[in-house]
């Protein structure tokens, strides 16, 4: 399917974009209960016809879903327990813990042990059958995923690399040696895993019956320290121990002076070429199984990509090196795969905008971005192409009123003038640009909905510590914004809800 063919993309619409673990309520982290739920009729109100999240996989400790420890499977952690008590496979608990985050992380998977015992006692002969599919059907990638999460648990959570050589080097005999061994916790993966993606299908089928789309988000890279790097390693540029011989990143930005150095193994595109790029063909197919449209992080990767020395400590000493980007997007073409849509932003080049235009994918226009004096920034919301996805500002932006009060006088006067604003009441005007634009969708960070300032941003990129772990609540929505959002929508033309 062609992005242009995507319903998503069929017509105008406004969306909200809040990762599933800011949602408010439940123990450590929003996940798939109710509170998704009350989220979905929250966006249909406000005429709001999309939900973008980050990626819903198993971040390592820094919490980023942008490491995370399989491209396929979800994070348990956005299991919905109380769904799990409403099934009777477990016992309902009045006090959950709700601090510190590593009491909380372990009570929750304490919890998902105890619902895969009740599940065995008591669920009907179709739901184990279900289960038995589940894992029939997942086989590719769900063993190895199994195996790879039993033997973190046996190394002390090591990454692979520090294994014992016959487990890291995947050892035929002493792998099967260890899947009998590690079976009560490879079967409790299993049914996490079973569970998670049984309830994302009915959040997804709810959030359809609502007229509300899933907008996914897909990292171009893999973390090092994950199931795929160790089950696949003749596709990464790797050392005979599985360390990176060279590691992703961007050179200095508009975040940071150093470059970013993410520390990702790069992909040894020759051996996925000659295999007809069916691992990124899989990856893709995945993934919008679960959403209806997804983001490629850094698109421009695709095109050419930053190389670094896993020796350096910084990204100023790396290189531009070009990838088959065009001979992926033709493979995934034919095949009807393009429900995507490009973050085109950092250093994009001729090229990357080519490779982005040539296959019809929408993207991104940041208004951040946009207010540098120069009536040509790209931006800017009078220089935006209907074919392209409008935000106030990203997870990796500061809030829009953060932002906003970081500026000085005479770019806050540049803002108001152009806006049309007296500015007292940001972020809202920048919202009401964001929806007005010309670009087909338009997102707005839930924490521009809620007016929040910098203290309530997602990500500062750069930086490891104190990210991903922002939550709203309902008692922040301002009053009638509801009301302020559908009128928006309806008056330019994105009320698809409505119609």
């Known amino acids: 399917m062609k992005t242009a063919e995507n319903p998503v993309f069929q017509c105008r619409r406004a969306g909200v974009l809040l990762h599933l673990t800011s949602l408010p309520t439940t123990p450590g982290n929003g996940d798939l209960g109710a509170q998704a739920y009350y989220f979905i009729d929250f966006l249909a109100s406000a005429g709001m016809?999309?939900?973008?999240?980050?990626?819903?996989?198993?971040?390592?400790?820094?919490?980023?879903?942008?490491?995370?420890?399989?491209?396929?499977?979800?994070?348990?952690?956005?299991?919905?327990?109380?769904?799990?008590?409403?099934?009777?496979?477990?016992?309902?608990?009045?006090?959950?813990?709700?601090?510190?985050?590593?009491?909380?992380?372990?009570?929750?998977?304490?919890?998902?042990?105890e619902a895969w015992q009740g599940f065995q006692q008591v669920a009907t002969p179709e739901e184990k059958t279900e289960l038995a599919t589940f894992i029939k059907a997942q086989k590719a990638w769900l063993e190895d995923f199994a195996l790879f999460r039993a033997l973190k648990k046996q190394f002390n959570d090591l990454m692979w690399t520090q294994?014992?050589?016959?487990?890291?080097?995947?050892?035929?005999?002493?792998?099967?040696?260890?899947?009998?061994?590690?079976?009560?916790?490879?079967?409790?993966?299993?049914?996490e895993q079973f569970i998670f993606f049984s309830q994302w299908q009915q959040l997804k089928?709810?959030?359809?019956?609502?007229?509300?789309?899933?907008?996914?988000?897909?990292?171009i890279f893999v973390a090092g320290d994950s199931v795929d790097v160790w089950a696949q390693r003749d596709?990464?540029?790797l050392n005979p121990d599985g360390t990176p011989t060279v590691v992703a990143g961007v050179p200095p930005d508009y975040f940071s002076e150093t470059g970013q150095l993410w520390g990702n193994p790069l992909y040894n595109w020759k051996t996925l070429q000659r295999r007809?790029?069916?691992?990124?063909?899989?990856?893709?197919?995945?993934?919008?199984?679960?959403?209806?449209?997804?983001?490629?992080?850094?698109?421009?990767?695709?095109?050419?990509?930053?190389?670094?020395?896993?020796?350096?400590?910084?990204?100023?000493?790396?290189?531009?090196?070009?990838?088959?980007?065009?001979?992926?997007?033709?493979?995934?073409?034919?095949?009807?795969?393009?429900s995507l849509v490009a973050e085109d932003l950092g250093v994009i080049t001729d090229e990357v905008e080519q490779l982005r235009d040539n296959f019809g994918l929408p993207g991104m226009k940041i208004l951040q971005f946009a207010f540098d004096n120069n009536p040509q920034n790209p931006y800017l919301p009078h220089n935006h192409t209907p074919n392209s996805v409008v935000y106030t500002g990203t997870h990796d932006n500061d809030t829009t009123l953060g932002w906003y009060q970081t500026l000085?006088?005479?770019?806050?006067?540049?803002?108001?003038?152009?806006?049309?604003?007296?500015?007292?009441?940001?972020?809202?005007?920048?919202?009401?640009?964001?929806?007005?634009?010309?670009?087909?969708?338009?997102?707005?960070?839930?924490?521009?909905i809620l007016g929040l300032d910098g203290e309530h941003r997602m990500n500062v990129p750069g930086t490891k510590s104190g990210n991903w772990r922002w939550r709203f609540q309902w008692e922040q929505l301002p009053p009638n914004i509801h009301e302020r959002l559908l009128h928006w929508v309806k008056l330019y033309g994105r009320d698809t809800i409505y119609r």
């Not at 089928?205 to 990292?219: E, I, N, R, S």
């Open 49 to 113: 016809s999309v939900w973008q999240m980050l990626p819903i996989g198993i971040p390592n400790a820094d919490l980023s879903p942008y490491q995370c420890q399989s491209i396929y499977a979800g994070n348990p952690l956005l299991i919905s327990l109380d769904k799990l008590v409403e099934k009777g496979w477990l016992a309902p608990d009045p006090t959950p813990p709700l601090s510190p985050e590593a009491e909380v992380q372990n009570y929750r998977y304490t919890r998902l042990q």
């Open 163 to 191: 294994w014992q050589p016959a487990y890291r080097d995947r050892d035929r005999q002493t792998l099967l040696k260890a899947r009998k061994e590690l079976d009560t916790d490879i079967q409790q993966y299993y049914f």
């Open 205 to 219: 089928h709810y959030a359809h019956q609502k007229g509300v789309f899933l907008f996914g988000d897909v990292p």
């Open 235 to 237: 596709i990464f540029l």
């Open 276 to 338: 007809g790029f069916r691992w990124w063909i899989d990856r893709l197919t995945t993934a919008l199984q679960l959403f209806d449209v997804v983001r490629i992080d850094h698109f421009r990767g695709f095109e050419a990509y930053w190389e670094v020395a896993a020796t350096e400590e910084t990204a100023i000493n790396g290189k531009w090196v070009k990838a088959p980007g065009a001979a992926l997007f033709n493979k995934l073409q034919k095949l009807g795969s393009l």
């Open 408 to 448: 000085s006088d005479a770019e806050k006067q540049s803002v108001r003038t152009y806006l049309a604003s007296h500015g007292s009441n940001m972020p809202y005007p920048l919202i009401r640009a964001a929806i007005s634009s010309v670009s087909t969708l338009a997102i707005i960070p839930m924490q521009d």
